[in-house]
């Protein structure tokens, strides 16, 4: 899964990057909300964390710029304000949910499942697709009943597919899914990822159609 955070204090964005990176996410980390506008045209993201308190742009113009354009991406405003009028008036510009600073950083691990969980149409704890299960809160993976033990990528890129059942996703999405612009990326490391997932599922598990990308069919 892949998240833009968008906070412009050096010393909590570079913890929260680092924490949300231990937890398996690919991260992309900006300062400035015209940066946030500009980053959601060129690249797809799974959610975005933004600081309402950003030079510039506040946070509350770059979400009212998003849903302006028709941008349906989950948002978690982050903010040092805490009246009951903030926190209405940023749901009502179109925020998912709502973190008042300072805050523990588990809280936000299980905020953000949360509203990833509800953008996909997912009730409970977990992704099921088939005999595959795949639980958010720790990223466990149980397939027939048996738990699996996988690398975080695999288990990120087994998570878009599942997300995504029974369709086609390209290999652009699922490599941006997976990596933040300052990871480096070998040519065929997505091909390989797919392989061991095959090994483990079966070889028909992850259906390939050429130029197009992959999609899981547990």
């Known amino acids: 899964m892949r998240l833009l955070l968008a906070e412009d204090d050096k010393q909590l964005g570079e913890s929260l990057q680092a924490a949300l990176a231990l937890e398996g996410y690919a991260v992309d980390w900006l300062t400035r909300g015209s940066e946030v506008l500009h980053a959601t045209e060129v690249a797809a993201y799974d959610a975005v964390i933004l600081d309402i308190g950003l030079p510039g742009l506040s946070g509350l113009e770059v979400l009212r710029a998003l849903r302006q354009r028709g941008e349906g991406l989950p948002v978690m405003l982050l903010t040092a304000r805490d009246t009951v009028a903030d926190r209405v008036q940023g749901l009502d510009v179109g925020a998912d949910d709502y973190l008042s600073k300072p805050f523990d950083v588990n809280e936000l691990f299980a905020r953000l499942r949360s509203i990833l969980r509800r953008s996909a149409g997912v009730a409970g704890p977990s992704l099921v697709a088939g005999e595959l299960e795949i639980f958010l809160h720790n990223h466990e ?58 090994k483990q599922f079966g070889s028909d598990s992850i259906e390939t159609l050429r130029g197009v990308g992959y999609r899981l069919v547990l």
């Open 141 to 198: 993976v149980r397939f027939r009943g048996e738990a699996l033990v996988l690398p975080a990528k695999e288990v990120a890129l087994l998570e878009v597919l599942a997300r995504n059942r029974g369709r086609f996703v390209t290999k652009t999405r699922l490599a941006e899914s997976l990596y933040s612009w300052d990871d480096e990326v070998g040519s065929n490391t997505l091909e390989v990822y797919i392989s061991h997932l095959r």
